[in-house]
């Protein structure tokens, strides 16, 4: 991770606000101190970061989107995609909604945030997020599960993906939260995420690992 002390680019220094620049702080100095693991006991199934860990820096990412509030309506809805009989994948999606709670006044932007759930194992995943008006989609880890049958349709959708799954980010979704020498690291697959409509700015790349 770059130090803390980041010597902007001239054009990236242009382009900062205030505001941007206090984000782009912000998720630099969680990045360089927020504990990495959320059970050091199992690391197989579990995402490597804290729900409280994913869940403010998710929100802090995605106010780089520069196309995010412009296709969002008076809220940003989140979706958790998730498989309510894998017993991590329906923690993740229980601490998702646990830490949106604690966090009730943050927002995107001016937009309120909402938490929806899509099991996959119980709705067709384009006609649930079509009609639960879905902006944002995490993914929670996954069994037995093709992550091109969930880009396909995001893409089509135009929606957002976002997980606390690295490998994900590898596989086609747009970001991920990872762990790179025992600390938080962000992950932007950049083509997934042109794919997706989304249009990070050049302040959070600059912060992460970008893969193409």
């Known amino acids: 991770m770059q130090p803390l002390a980041h010597r902007w680019s001239g054009a990236t220094r242009r382009w900062l606000g205030a505001g941007a620049r206090t984000l782009v702080l912000a998720i630099a100095l969680a990045l360089a101190t927020a504990p990495a693991y959320s059970d050091p006991s ?16 998710l929100l802090k990412i995605l106010q780089f989107d520069r196309n995010l509030t ?15 009989r894998f017993r991590a994948s329906a923690r993740a999606c229980d601490e998702m909604h646990k830490a949106a709670q604690a966090a009730e006044a943050e927002r995107i932007g001016d937009r309120r945030i909402t938490i929806v ?3 996959l194992e ?21 069994r037995a599960t093709n992550i091109k049958d969930i880009t396909e349709i995001t893409r089509q959708l135009h929606i957002t993906t976002v997980t606390g799954t690295e490998e994900y980010v590898h596989e086609g979704l747009a970001v ?6 025992e600390k938080p690291r962000v992950f932007v697959n950049l083509n997934a995420s042109r ?17 193409k």
């Open 195 to 211: 794919a997706e409509g989304a249009d990070f700015s050049s302040g959070l790349l600059s912060l992460a690992q970008v893969v």
């Open 42 to 57: 199992d690391f197989s199934d579990e995402p490597d970061l804290a729900m409280t860990v994913q869940y403010p820096l």
């Open 176 to 181: 991920g939260l990872g762990v790179w020498q």
């Open 117 to 119: 759930e899509v099991d």
């Open 70 to 84: 412009a296709r969002a309506g008076q809220e940003v809805v989140i979706g958790v995609v998730y498989q309510g």
């Open 122 to 142: 119980r709705v067709n995943l384009k006609d649930a997020l079509d009609s639960l008006k879905v902006d944002v989609v995490y993914v929670a880890p996954l």
